[in-house]
């Protein structure tokens, strides 16, 4: 039973590159043993993340992920049983932000910053493939 969940949240402050460095190193660390896969995306203190793996580990970790005092208002945008997952070749990938095309995100919200809250989940998720699709991904699987 695979699952696939997306959530946004707003850092704290204090969260800075050293500190999202330190929560991809601790996600690659972990999600192997429990079968995550996924992406991160961190942009002008906003995250946005897709976890994909079975039910239970993917709500143990959405909790424990939720309880964290990195940030605040984390609010689930998505829900969904799958069939198979789409970020499969990563432990927890992080969108190269620099990389990303401004163009990209006016196809999607009405100004070119990223800003999950203005818009659906199905909107954010279109957003994740096509970035998965432009090669924004990285990070070792
Ligand atoms: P330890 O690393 O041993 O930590 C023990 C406790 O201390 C935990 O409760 C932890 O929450 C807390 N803690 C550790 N470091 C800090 C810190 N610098 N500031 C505040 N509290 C801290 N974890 C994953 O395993 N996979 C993910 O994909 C993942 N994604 C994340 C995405 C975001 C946006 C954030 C903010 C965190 C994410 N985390 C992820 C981290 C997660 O919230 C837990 O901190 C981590 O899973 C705990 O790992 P551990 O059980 O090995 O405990």
Redesign the pocket.
């Known amino acids: 039973m695979l699952v696939r969940l997306m959530y946004a ?1 707003r850092a704290v402050p204090a969260v800075d590159q050293e ?1 999202l460095l ?2 991809l190193r ?2 690659k660390a ?2 192997p043993a429990v079968g ?1 896969t ?1 992406v ?1 995306c961190f942009s002008e203190g906003i ?1 946005l ?1 897709v ?1 994909e793996g079975g039910r239970s580990a993917v709500n143990q ?1 959405y909790n ?2 939720a ?5 605040t208002q984390v609010e689930l945008l998505s829900y969904e049983e799958i069939g198979e997952r789409r970020f499969a070749g990563w432990s ?1 990938g992080q969108v190269n932000m620099a990389r990303l095309n401004p163009a990209l995100l006016l196809k999607y919200s009405e100004r070119a910053t990223l800003d999950p809250y203005a818009v659906s989940g199905k909107v954010s998720m279109s957003l994740f493939e096509e970035l998965l699709a432009t090669a924004s991904v990285v990070g070792q699987p």
């Open positions: 949240s500190e330190s929560i601790k996600s972990n999600n995550i996924g991160l995250f993340q976890l970790l424990r992920i309880a964290d005092t990195r940030h927890m």
